[in-house]
């Protein structure tokens, strides 16, 4: 089977198998396409849908309002996502072209935080050009239709350009996510319905390819988490990591405090280490960056574990 009755069949499943009703995949304007890509990054699409897709659309309807918005409001409306590098991207980005993403791959690459991925999916989608597309479910179905066991990024390109149906992008690439998401799975992948089964040399052992990582051993870190109060107020301070850089919070440290009150524990799993906090009340003089009522903290950004820290607080009724 050549690759023209490869795209053939492809073709032919989407349009009996295809997610159809994804609400990125019936629109033309390229900011909707390019903020689920964004989130769709690390997250799964049930989770975007149900939760954060059409409320952050609501709240920043096009990428203009975006560009016009404080980082802060940005990160609210991203709260409870998470990888919240991804929003302060689609910040400086929509920042970047002042509202306007550019009309290709190559221009949409020169934004903050889109690298090639992105850039292809978002051309594919939104302008029809013809490259291919490189997500997880992607690089798994390559793998496997060219029995890759370790392939280089170069080497994956090289093989999703030549698989490519250049004559229709839009389709081959949503096909493509759809049949890995469905049918070239990571675990028991259901090669008599796939459209690819005809030439796929990785068929006869489909998890081989590729090669399966080592599973890595997950650290775990317990510390503490601080609420100084002042005045009636609470101490928060401003996140300068990488992982939640711009976002609020409380102070965390590795020991415990001599002196406070014991409000609770709570703990979130991040994708390479769980961190569990014991929360305590303090009275004593701390170095923060801000000072909040409850009803002001309500609209800043925090972090899940921040959230569940300020849960347990109240839960005392002060």
């Known amino acids: 089977m050549g690759f023209a009755a490869l795209h053939e069949a492809i073709g032919g499943w989407y349009k009996i198998n295809g997610r159809h009703d994804l609400p990125w995949r019936n629109t033309d ?8 890509e964004i989130m769709l990054q690390q997250t799964q699409v049930k989770t975007v849908l149900e939760r954060f897709y059409f409320p952050f659309l609501e709240t920043f309807p096009t990428l203009k309002s975006v560009a016009d918005a404080p980082l802060e409001a940005v990160l609210k409306q991203w709260q409870g996502l998470g990888y919240y590098t991804r929003a302060r991207n689609l910040h400086a980005a929509a920042r970047a072209c002042g509202g306007k993403l550019p009309e290709n791959a190559a221009g949409l690459a020169e934004l903050p935080g889109i690298g090639q991925t992105t850039a292809h999916a978002v051309a594919a989608f939104a302008y029809r050009e013809p490259v291919p597309i490189m997500d997880a479910n992607v690089k798994r179905i390559l793998c496997r239709f060219f029995a890759l066991k370790t392939p280089t990024p170069k080497t994956l390109w090289e093989k999703a350009d ?11 690439n949503q096909a493509m996510m759809d049949i ?14 796939c459209p690819l089964n005809s030439a796929c040399k990785g068929q006869k052992n489909p998890s081989a ?3 399966p990582k080592a599973a890595k051993k997950v650290p775990h870190r317990h510390h503490a988490a601080l609420i100084p109060i002042q005045n009636g107020k609470i101490g928060l301070i401003r996140r300068t990591t990488r992982l939640l850089h711009g976002m609020w919070g409380f102070i965390q440290q590795e020991k415990l405090p001599e002196v406070g009150r014991p409000v609770g524990r709570a703990s979130h799993a991040y994708s390479h280490f769980k961190l569990t906090l014991d929360a305590y009340v303090v009275e004593e003089e701390a ?3 801000g000072w909040f009522t409850l009803e002001e903290i309500e609209k800043l950004p925090l972090s899940k574990i921040d959230e569940k820290i300020l849960a347990l607080y109240k839960t005392l009724g002060e």
Do not use: E, F, Q, W
């Open 29 to 36: 304007d390229p900011y909707p396409i390019y903020l689920s």
């Open 162 to 172: 030549a698989l490519l149906n250049t004559n229709d992008p839009y389709h081959y």
């Open 180 to 193: 890995g998401a469905t049918v070239c799975t990571p675990k028991l992948p259901d090669c008599s319905a």
């Open 209 to 211: 390819y590729p090669t």
């Open 287 to 289: 170095k923060c960056d």
